[in-house]
């Protein structure tokens, strides 16, 4: 690709022609082993595992894809779901963002035209590393637009492993975000690749890649707030260019058009909170341009004079507009803003309003070990980075700069949003080491020309053109990255070019004296290859070790090898075969979507918590005592409950730490279950020093039924070290039916009302009043 | 003689209204008697390198057949009902019937005797219509020699075209090598194999409870000819026998329940008999396997298995408590399994157990020179009614299993049943891939099976494979023999994906050549 490019330059040597081809050739070379390392360093879960859907939601896609890649695009689009949400059902077509789906059919449906019988759950497995090599090749676009070649290639290499973004892409994570990070980076390298060129074939298809991002994840809105924050950076430092204005207004017309077009956006994309900045901008760009346009046309002093009416004019109209603005935006009750956003503008805001947000370990604000784990000696490069791109700043080192600043602040607010960090820091860092190369390296050529030039005077022989030449070419070099960077602009305006190429002489003038002494550049770049070093083992290690582990097989090493803990599957899989097709299963709803997908049984509630008071529901049968959990349940039409125990094996995320919020989520929405009522002294406990309330609530019931006779009368829990507080109790209302080989998921089965009743009709006559208190209870029930 | 005439007093229980074999006895008149003489073979443990040994002998057994089914042809053309009105008479009669597993295999040794004036080339076999329904295989073999020198000669057995005898009793025709002259005798070995003929009774259990089960037959041998003198040996899995028809004399012997000796019974005479015993073997059936063969050129035979097996006995009912099940595996879930062996062909490799939602870690494979063995587990231990799916694939060098014939056709000589040990599958399905570009398929199985053809495409085909597919239902162990596809192939047809690639990826670089070389820019 490059290739042309240099072509195009001004006529050069035909020696240094042929090695810039030859180095066009070993970039292109070494892009496409970072392709393969993108791929291949991900691939640590199927070969240690095996080739499966990791985690939860990706099981969920995976649903989708099957379902797309059966019954065709049309299907899907008014795809209504009922084996999720009963009794509500799902519209999935209108709710899910499409574009991994359909990237993963495409890639199927090519697949299969060509005869490749690879199978739709192969395609899914392998769809994030193959997205990872493209985000990887993004990013060297990216960076070299920004800082040239030699940092493009280095910021691709670093993102290719930086084991935030392989946490999120290993063969398996089938997830949005896998795609999403490709299109958020190539979306940008777009706008800077029109930021550059003025042109708009390139606007055109940033809005394409727009369209995709808002296919593929919801954080397209941090392009859409993000790019117009530059646009306005940009005309605040008095920036404003045509380019800024073909690569801006494109997207936001064009770009919201597209928008509009996905389901789960659609008229959302002129409506939320979260696009008017864009339009804000979009009317501010334009009011700029035609100051421009009006400063061309007019004499200076008329200028001023049409200024200062405008601007009073302007600011009348002004005023109105953001009165009806705020009128409009105060008028919607979560003043525009959805429960998300909110939370990342206010950290705390999830935490004290929605629980159900707060519960998702990945929503918490990060720790700082979670920087290093994720981003390592990234962490400590990324300041240098910086300074290198404020040398010179241009407008695409401006727009990395300020990506940065953004997604260290968003990452700061919730974990998750690491991901979107990585990018920004991989391309810093890798301008930060191109630089320190590049740096290092001409120190020590400098170093060797003046030690040969030395040497072949001492020896008297007569090649005046050698000793000149590697300083010759270095500043060749040198020319030819600057001549590169303005190309585009001599392109458009020559006036541009004027602006760029001072400082840019500026900066030849003043890499002069950037020659280090040469031990301390071999030192230097003895230790930067060293941090090299160990970025590419810790990434190595956490792409093998951390990030691997599908979550839904665990292993554990103990002296006499590999325990294999599958039990997931042993429980999915039985009730798959062993149930009634329309059976309605209740869980947490956590175990929501792999339910549907791997046991193909209705669910309650699952993963996509979208409505707070079906979970409610489910949370308030789990932490009500027996009966009033089948009266729950039975109303839902249940008939089998699955809970997580990690009692036996120790595992720690089941369900009984998660118990707590379940009450919180329950009582949020039923205030008859109180928090309190299950802590003794604001300490959460299950031995026998737990409060009633907890000892009889169904999930206590359901976890611990008959686990004392597995260690002889004790009942250790090995999750929570501590003996339980109820050994011995029977169920009345529920029937275990499975239980797997590790106890770690235990299917009951609820028992038929028949049973109850047989033998009481007697005492239901002389038991009238305690009918009424029944019926009393009754009314918890939120389905009643 | 019958329990309805009753020249015996056969007891008439209730359970005998069901099968309700009212008899009718024909003829008393005097028949030939020839006199049979049983084979008996150990036909579960026929294993893929025995099987492969006697593949000429299948080769050379499958001419035979068509010889002596020509040749049956003939007799019954001359004597289409006369066969049977040809005084034959069985002698002795002797069965053993094992009922240890779920698959009942019954050994009958019969000594016919040809008493009339014109010789018998078929000797039939009469089964009641419940057990014909059920009959998954049946064997017929020669003795000839005395006890020393015993030498088998496997024997043709195939369903009569007489018309149904009283009570739509089947009929079976066994055809002798030569003819049976008048007053000659030959001893006959016939096996037969039974499928999903144990009833559960309880039908649903517990888990804590045992699995029992009713066995319906009857003490007399059902024959259309007069048997002589006849005993029955019933082999039950464990001395624990709930209850058993009384035929006097009948005795039990730990776990053997002797039925007779009677002497002199007329044709069909029958006497329902009705065992019910414990048996706690697993029950395993698999619903529906449907094999994959796909053989590649390039070396290596890709085989795949996909299973539906459930568990067949008693229905389990109530909870199933984790507890019982690991703290007492001897009382608790006694009529559930947790391992199957699949004994697969040696220098197999690659081998995979997973189903639909991923690898199933619960197998071992021991590989040898002779068998491997590959012990797997289904996610869950199967209780009564439990079902599970799995798929197992593995991949054999092609130089075992493939072979080019004298005449240049290339065959396949593969195992035609399913791998699992003591398994019943209710239908069974082989889809033999063969490579693009073969032709003239055709299949060579020792029995009769419903064959298809279909069209295959994977890895970049254009024509597409052809598919043999072979369909049979009620498959035994015993069905685990070789089969032969044979076809044309020419080797060059190996060559035409790699060429296509190539010669895409060629004309894709002329294209980028021609691109880069070309000036389509419209301003100039």
Partial sequence: ?784 | MSYVVGACGGPNKPFCKKEGFVHCSLRTSSLTIIVLHIFFRRLGSILSEKARLNMEVFVARSRLTLIFSLFALFSLSSSSLSSSTTELQILTAERRIDLASHIIRVVLTLKVQNDGTSAASDVLLAFPPAQAKHLALIQAAEVAGKKRKKSLHPLDVKPSNHADGPNGAKFYSISLRNPLGTGGSVSIDVSYVLTQSLEPFPVEIRQSEPQLVLYRDSALILSPYEIKQQTTVIRTPSTKVESFTRVEPSTQLRTELKYGPYEDQPSFSYSPILVHFENNNPFAVVEELVREIEISHWGSLQVTEHYTLVHNGARHKGGFSRVEYQSRPTISGVASFKHLLVKLPPRVHSVYYRDNIGNISTSHLRTGYSKSELEIEPRYPLLGGWKATFVIGYGIPLEDVLFESDDGKRYLNFSFGCPIAETLVNKITNKVVLPEGSKNPSVVVPFSVERRAETSYSYLDIVGRPVVVLEKENVVPEHNVLFQVYYDFHPMSMLAEPLMLTSVFFFLFVAALAYIHMDISIRK
């Fill in chain 1, 1 to 784: 690709m490059a290739v042309p490019v240099d072509n195009l330059t001004k006529p050069t040597p035909p020696s240094s022609t042929l090695r810039f081809a030859f180095g066009n050739v070993i970039a292109f070379f070494i892009l496409l082993l970072i392709g393969v390392l993108a791929f291949s360093i991900r691939l640590f879960s199927v070969i240690k595992y095996e080739s499966v859907i990791h985690e939860f939601d990706p099981y969920f896609n995976y649903r989708v894809t099957q379902f797309l890649t059966k019954n065709g695009i049309y299907d899907f689009w008014n795809w209504f779901d009922d084996r999720t949400w009963y009794p509500l059902g799902r519209v999935i077509g209108g709710t899910v963002y499409p574009g991994l789906t359909l990237t993963a059919g495409t890639i199927w449906e090519v697949l299969q035209s060509l005869n490749i019988p690879l199978s739709v759950e192969t395609v899914c497995v392998f769809t994030a590393p193959v997205f990872s090599a493209f985000a990887a090749w993004a990013t060297y676009l990216l960076t070299k637009e920004v800082k040239g070649t030699g940092a493009g290639l280095t910021a691709a290499v670093l993102l290719a492993m930086v084991p935030s973004y392989i946490s999120r892409s290993v063969a398996g994570s089938y997830d949005n975000e896998a795609v999403a990070i490709f299109a958020l980076i190539f979306t940008f390298y777009l706008y800077i690749k029109t930021l550059n060129t003025g042109s708009l074939f390139y606007a055109t298809l940033n809005s394409i890649a727009y369209f995709y991002m808002v296919c593929s994840w919801g954080g397209y809105t941090f392009i859409i707030n993000l790019i117009p924050m530059h646009v306005l950076l940009c005309i605040v430092t008095g920036r404003y260019s045509s380019r800024l204005y073909i690569a801006y207004a494109p997207l936001v017309v064009l770009g919201t058009l597209l928008a509009a077009l996905v389901p789960v956006v659609g008229f959302n994309a002129v409506m939320t909170s979260e696009h008017f900045a864009s339009f804000l901008v979009f009317i501010v760009i334009h009011v700029v341009a035609l100051a421009y346009y009006i400063k061309g046309i007019l004499s200076p002093k008329m200028f001023k004079v049409a200024a200062t009416l405008v601007v009073s004019v302007g600011l009348v109209v002004c005023c109105a507009v953001v009165a009806i603005l705020l009128a409009v935006v105060a008028s919607s009750p979560t003043k525009g803003w959805s429960g998300r956003s909110l939370s990342l503008l206010d950290p705390t805001y999830a935490s004290k309003y929605i629980p159900i947000i707060a519960s998702v370990s990945e929503h918490q604000p990060p720790t700082w070990p979670s920087y290093f784990m994720d981003l390592n000696v990234l962490a400590f490069l990324v300041p240098a980075g910086i300074i290198a791109c404020f040398a010179p700043l241009s407008d695409a080192s401006s727009f990395v700069i300020l990506y940065l600043v953004m997604s260290v602040y968003f990452s700061g607010v919730m974990v998750r949003l690491m991901l979107v960090l990585a990018p920004a820091a991989c391309i810093m860092s890798g301008i930060a080491l191109s630089e320190a190369f590049d740096v290092f390296t001409r120190s020590i050529k400098f170093y060797i020309s003046n030690l040969s030039e030395f040497l072949q005077t001492d020896a008297g022989d007569t090649l005046p053109g050698n000793n000149v030449s590697p300083q010759n070419e270095v500043l060749k070099n040198e020319k030819k990255e600057d001549t590169l960077k303005e190309r585009p602009s001599r392109k458009n305006k020559k006036k541009e070019k004027e602006n760029i190429e001072k400082p840019s002489v500026k900066s030849k003038t003043e890499k002069r004296p950037l020659v280090l002494p040469v031990e301390a550049s071999f030192f230097a770049l003895f230790l930067t290859v060293l941090l090299g070093g160990f970025y590419v083992v810790h990434s190595v290690w956490a792409a093998a070790e951390a990030y691997s582990a599908p979550s839904i097989v665990l292993t554990s090493h103990s002296h006499d090898g590999l325990h294999v803990f599958d039990d997931f599957r042993e429980a999915y899989a039985w009730l798959s075969h062993n149930t009634e097709v329309d059976d309605k299963v209740a869980s947490w709803w956590d175990y929501g979507y792999q339910t549907t997908a791997m046991a193909n049984r209705t669910v309650i509630v699952d993963n996509n918590t979208w409505n707070n008071t079906h979970i409610a529901t489910v949370g308030t049968a789990m932490s009500s005592p027996e009966k009033a959990a089948w009266e729950i349940f039975n109303s839902l039409d249940v008939k089998y409950v699955l809970v997580v125990f990690g009692g036996l094996v120790g595992y720690p995320s089941d369900d009984i730490n998660k118990f707590l919020w379940m009450v919180r989520i329950g009582g949020g929405v039923f205030p008859h279950i109180k928090e309190p009522d299950y802590l003794r002294d604001g300490q959460y406990r299950i031995d026998s020093q737990a409060t009633p309330t907890m000892l009889n609530s169904l999930m206590y019931k359901l976890s611990y039924f008959r686990f004392v006779e597995t260690d002889g009368g004790k009942g250790y829990d090995r999750v929570r070290r501590t003996e339980i507080g109820k050994k011995y109790f029977k169920l009345t209302h529920f029937e275990e039916v499975f239980t797997t080989h590790h106890w770690m998921v235990r299917i009951y089965k609820l028992k038929p009302q028949k049973n109850r009743i047989r033998g009481k009709t007697k005492k239901s006559k002389s038991k009238t009043s305690s009918t009424t208190p029944r019926s009393g209870t009754v009314k918890k029930n939120p389905w009643h």
